[in-house]
Every structure is written in C-alpha cells, then in structure tokens.
C-alpha cells in the first residue's frame, strides 16, 4: 500500500502555520479584533522564515471581464490561503468563502484560523 495517498495535502506546512497561529494566541491572547493577529502571524512568519504574502491583490474575473478583486489576509508557502477571523464559530459560510478564495487564487488549500477563544479553532479547506 502506498502511504502518501493517505498523507493530507501540505501537511507539513499546515502544521508550521497552526504552530505559529498557538504562539500568537498564547501571547496576545484571544478575542481582540482580526488585524492584530494577522500581523502577529506576520511578524512569527518572519520569526521562523516562512514564506508570506500579506494581503496581496487577485482579480475576481467573470466570463472573462474583471469584475471585481479579492485580497486575502495571507498567503502562505505560496501554497495556503490563510484567514483569520474572531469570530463565534466556524461556519459552512466561513468554509464556503474559503471554497471562493481558493477557486480565485488558483491555490489548493486554505485555512481558517480562529482566535475568539482560548484554545485555536481553525479549519482546513481543500479545493
């Protein structure tokens, strides 16, 4: 049996950024508005030498006419969509707007992050 088809998509780095994601958490703490952790995220990115893209910009393009444009919190690896959100609890609409993103970005993974409680909730989306 081949055992890398059971392995996750960009496991590895996933499990970097979820690393990185409970260090902010633990010391910022939770429930602040989603800006200070996409920017604490950036600054343990930088801390640890991970790849990053910080709000880059992709055109939203419909039958060929730009209509519109997307920019996520992060890029990372140049492989994962990141999103972070403080928010009750992740939701199918959460997943759906990742499901989006990922469609736009032409990337095969995302991530939403949850700071609102102590302990991270996140989510992996895999287009």
Known sequence: MNTDQHRLVHENETRHIIGCAMEVLNTLGHGLLEKPYENALVVEFQRRGIAYRQQPRFDVVYKGVKVGEYVPDL?????IVVDTKVIERITDHEIGQMLNYLKITGLPLGL?????????DWKRIVL
Request: proline letters at 0%.
């Open 75 to 79: 890029i990372v690896f140049d492989k």
């Open 112 to 120: 939403i992050l949850n700071f609102r409680r102590a302990r991270l």
